[in-house]
Nanobody, 124 residues
């Protein structure tokens, strides 16, 4: 069983930055595909970014604004968020899926393990 614990959320003004962290335990971290999702009130949980076991990142719409990275020595994955706007306010979740089989990396249904989430609030 994998335990994921997020941290780093909080209140920030528009245009500011935050760095989220997620630490994992209970599995060989280097064999996990790691991802960040977010969920705003009343909205579906949406994909933000993922990082493969080899460290290669995958983004969809947030490339350039968000940067995902991992540190296998620390069993951690990070999400650097810049130029934040109120639309980025949400609960941010860390998710994991053991590799190596390929899967639809943006699809939340394929992730096996989830953290409890960390709240990010961006004020205007």
């Amino acid at each position: 069983q994998v335990q994921l614990v997020e941290s780093g959320g909080g209140l920030v003004q528009a245009g500011g930055s935050l760095r989220l962290s997620c630490t994992a335990s209970g599995h060989t971290f280097s064999s996990l595909v790691m991802a960040w999702f977010r969920q705003a009130p009343g909205k579906d949980r949406e994909f933000v970014a993922a990082v493969y076991e080899n460290g290669n990142p995958y983004y969809e719409a947030m490339k350039g604004q968000f940067t995902i990275s991992r540190d296998n020595a620390r069993n951690a994955v990070y999400l650097q968020m810049n130029s934040l706007s109120p639309e980025d306010s949400a609960v941010y979740f860390c998710a994991a899926r053991p590799g190596p089989e390929m899967f639809p990396i943006k699809d939340k249904h394929y992730y096996v393990y989830w953290g409890q989430g960390t709240l990010v609030t961006v004020s205007s």
